[in-house]
């Protein structure tokens, strides 16, 4: 499953090839950072965690057995030293309200983010998604921005796609009530108007 060229890599790192190394980091630093960031919601915080996910992965990567996507592995040790940060901290966000949610509202939402092509709207999104606790961050991020699959995600962070799919479902219930309060104040403001 893994892709040819980073085979070639990880077998040329394993052989002690530092270049290939430089390779691998330059490739995968930004999707690390950017769930990083989503997750801790700091930058020094996020940037010491994608250093420490590649220390991760090149003491481990003997490990790498090649059973699923490189990509998704990789996610997988940020996310988890993601967690050990989080743990460390002991910071607590405060959760979203979403007891007086209804579905036509999550119908909206999906649509929302079914069309998020242009830019206004995707950084409308993550600063959003940067409000939420870090585990629907985190979430948002790898099904909606990196587009991985249920599957992938579950792998990722290590419970059945069936739970995926409900944190997923509460995540994007979360995102939409801050979407909400978001464009509120424009509704009220045009109403005013009017």
Not at 19 to 43: E, F
Not at 137 to 147: D, P
């Amino acid at each position: 499953m893994t892709t040819n060229d980073d085979t070639i890599l990880i077998n040329a790192i394993n052989n002690g090839d530092t270049k290939a190394y430089a390779q691998i980091v330059d490739r995968y630093k930004d999707l690390v950072y950017t769930l990083a960031l989503r997750m801790l919601k700091h930058r020094e915080e996020a940037e010491e965690v994608a250093q420490d996910t590649f220390i991760k992965v090149f003491k481990s990567l003997h490990k790498f057995k090649g059973d699923s996507k490189f990509s998704t592995w990789i996610y997988k040790v940020a996310y988890n030293t993601c967690l050990d940060t989080i743990k460390k901290n002991k910071k607590h966000l405060n959760n979203v309200a979403i007891d007086e949610y209804t579905f036509n509202k999550l119908e909206t939402i999906d649509n929302a983010l079914d069309h998020i092509i242009n830019e206004e709207k995707r950084d409308l999104i993550k600063k959003c998604i940067n409000k939420l606790p870090e585990d629907s961050s985190a979430l948002l991020t790898l099904f909606y921005f990196e587009e991985l699959s249920l599957e992938e995600i579950s792998k990722i962070i290590n419970v059945e796609a069936n739970t995926v799919k409900v944190k997923l479902f509460r995540a994007r219930k979360k995102l939409a009530v801050i979407l909400e309060q978001y464009l509120q104040p424009q509704k009220k403001l045009n109403y005013g108007k009017g």
